[in-house]
């Protein structure tokens, strides 16, 4: 799968920057012809990414985000949002839903969400160093 356009960009964990991500992405992925639906699973995804990024990875200060999307020539956009923040203990424990470190009124739905969202999604992260979620969606044509 020869990738035919990509594009980075670093934000900071902020959280006026979680809706840019999310429609910086979403027009990106419009190259690929998609649906509306298809544009509003993206949309979702990539928020869930980021917010975690936001609230987990850089609980008390802020950091640097860091995004790259991808196309490929058989219509798949792969998006990675990655962090150097604290890490993920146990990604098996955190992938669960209703699991959240932080309590209160976090449901910790965001990875069943980008999950449920994504035809693919693959978590790697290590204590202290940071985390990278990547997420692989196929437009059109199932």
Known sequence: MK???EFRMTVE???VNESFVRTT???FASQLDPTVEEIADIKTA???AVTNCIVHAYKECVGKIYIY???N???IIRVSIRDRGCG???IKKAREPLFTTLGGERAGLGFAVMESFTDKLIVRSKPGKGTTVTMIKK???R
Do not use: F, Q, T, Y
Request: hydrophobic share 40%; charged share 30%; net charge negative.
């Open 139 to 141: 437009i059109g044509g």
């Open 13 to 15: 964990s902020r959280s």
């Open 69 to 71: 999307a991808a196309l």
């Open 3 to 5: 990738v035919k356009n």
């Open 25 to 27: 992405v979403a027009a």
């Open 73 to 75: 020539d058989e219509s």
């Open 88 to 90: 993920i203990e146990d």
């Open 46 to 48: 990539v928020s869930e």
